[in-house]
């Protein structure tokens, strides 16, 4: 298997209210950095963001980006991941934040966009709903899934570049 390239770093990602700002760049040479369970997905190259508000800088969560089509790591924890801290939840900036992950993606040429979320994370699910994404089937979680504290159910929800 060849080594993925190397991401550049991204165009400024922001809109009225959030801004991304890039954390750091993962790729294979990170590997040994994970636990041995999640190894697997140092093949796909990922950005890692924190999710800050534009008028002041407050930092109010994270979001990342797997650019791959490696099917075993999109049906066990899909391309992209975010939270946003406790304190600052219900405002919307997941879906702002959700919006400017799904333009990189597709510049990237990642489609569909697949992120798996909890069945009973409703505020999560309805984020990505706002966005576009749909929802595919709720799987069984992977062992990579478990292992990162996921399932036992997910639902796999899915967006298309347009």
Same mark, same amino acid.
């Given at each position: 298997?060849?080594?993925?390239? *190397? ?5 400024? @990602?922001?809109?009225?209210?959030? =801004?991304?700002? @890039?954390?750091? +760049? ?10 041995? =369970?999640?190894?697997? +997905?140092?093949?796909?190259? =990922?950005?890692?963001?924190? %999710? ?12 990342? #980006?797997? %650019? ?7 049906? *066990? %924890?899909?391309?992209?991941?975010? /939270? ?12 702002? *934040? #959700?919006? @400017? ?14 992120? #798996? ?11 990505? =709903? ?17 292992? @990162?504290?996921?399932?036992? /159910? ?9």
């Amino acid at each position: 298997m060849t080594a993925a390239p *190397a991401l550049p770093p991204p165009q400024p @990602l922001a809109d009225d209210v959030i =801004e991304l700002r @890039l954390i750091r +760049i993962l790729g294979p040479d990170d590997a040994a950095q994970r636990p041995p =369970e999640m190894r697997f +997905i140092a093949a796909a190259p =990922e950005y890692r963001f924190a %999710i800050h508000l534009r008028d002041d800088g407050q930092r109010v969560g994270r979001i990342h #980006l797997r %650019i791959t089509d490696d099917p075993v790591i999109t049906r *066990a %924890i899909g391309h992209s991941g975010y /939270e946003v801290d406790q304190a600052h939840r219900q405002r919307g900036y997941a879906t702002r *934040a #959700l919006r @400017l992950i799904r333009e990189l993606a597709c510049q990237h040429g990642v489609s569909p966009l697949w992120i #798996l979320i909890e069945p009973d994370n409703l505020p999560s699910r309805k984020a990505v =709903e706002r966005v576009g994404f749909e929802l595919v089937d709720i799987v069984s979680a992977s062992p990579p899934a478990v292992a @990162l504290g996921l399932g036992p /159910e997910l639902c796999r929800y899915a967006v298309s570049c347009t």
